[in-house]
């Protein structure tokens, strides 16, 4: 089946989808990107993943280049073009083409915009969720600003593939404190002994997940508490569960972390619970 992506105004075969080598983008990670999932076909808290693309736009001091709604368009038309069912969308948006120079370009460039789609094996997925992922800790050496949805990833890259190499399916990153920030590319939570969930709190450390801000609402509906707050690795090790959660796994259990076994080395009722809950409270556009 073909693929399609949209690059600056033009849907275009994938094979021919380019940027040029002097984006911003490629040059300096000068570029905010979102992730929706994709569920029969209709993006998931659509609304809240462009209300937070506004606010890293913003942040990065890059206006949007084109209408909430239009962007909307786009991102649901790369969706129907590439048949996704289940799956995810992907939007980038950098300060666009200009010699390379760290000063923003004057006069200003045209942003470059490309929305890419892809299907997930949804199968494996929920394989995956039935027995729970390994994940190791390591330094957080990231940036002040990771609450930025940058395409700057680097440090997330070398830390899921170092995760991957002591056969984990996360890092879970710590920062000099020793409090768990998050995932390579997920949030990190635990359930306490007495069953009170934990999750960072979202300040400049964290990436501010959708899925986390959405699962809040199931946990209420479920009579549970959740704590915003550092937790520290040994706190991790002696929690009675632990998950992650980001838009393309909801809900991830958590079964080993550094070779320790959690809870019972199954995954947790509660976040079984919460990943079987999860879309009842997210919004399917
Ligand atoms: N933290 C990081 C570093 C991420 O890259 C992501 C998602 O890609 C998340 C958290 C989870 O965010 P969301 O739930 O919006 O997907």
């Given at each position: 089946m073909s693929r399609y992506a949209y690059v600056n105004g033009r849907y275009l075969p994938f094979r021919d989808a380019k940027v040029h080598v002097e984006d911003r983008g490629y040059q300096f990670a000068d570029a905010v990107y979102e992730v929706c999932?994709?569920?029969a076909g209709r993006l998931v808290d659509e609304r809240r993943h462009l209300d937070r693309l506004e606010r890293s736009l913003a942040a990065i001091r890059l206006r949007p280049p084109m209408s909430r709604s239009a962007l909307g368009?786009?991102?649901r038309e790369v969706v129907a073009r590439n048949r996704i069912r289940f799956g995810l969308v992907y939007l980038q948006i950098s300060r666009g083409v200009a010699r390379r120079d760290l000063a923003f370009p004057t006069p200003e460039a045209a942003p470059s915009i490309v929305v890419t789609a892809r299907a997930l094996n949804r199968t494996r997925?929920?394989?995956r969720a039935a027995t729970g992922i390994a994940v190791v800790s390591m330094p957080d050496n990231r940036w002040g600003r990771v609450d930025i949805k940058t395409v700057g990833l680097l440090?997330?890259?070398l830390a899921r593939q170092a995760a991957l190499e002591q056969g984990a399916h996360e890092?879970?990153?710590v920062d000099s404190s020793g409090a768990v920030t998050e995932?390579?590319?997920?949030?990190?939570?635990?359930v306490t002994r007495d069953g009170k969930l934990v999750t960072r709190h979202a300040d400049h450390a964290i990436l501010g997940g959708i899925t986390r801000g959405v699962l809040f609402d199931a946990v209420k509906a479920q009579g549970?508490?959740?704590e915003q707050r550092p937790f520290a690795l040994d706190e991790a090790y002696a929690a009675r569960e632990a998950f992650i959660t980001s838009a393309t796994q909801t809900v991830m259990p958590v079964v080993r972390i550094d070779g320790r076994t959690i809870g019972n080395g199954k995954p947790g009722p509660i976040a079984t619970t919460l990943r079987r809950e999860f879309h009842r409270f997210a919004e399917a556009g």
């Open positions: 999932e994709v569920r368009m786009v991102l997925i929920e394989a440090p997330n890259a890092a879970w990153l995932g390579a590319s997920a949030n990190a939570w635990i549970l508490t959740v």
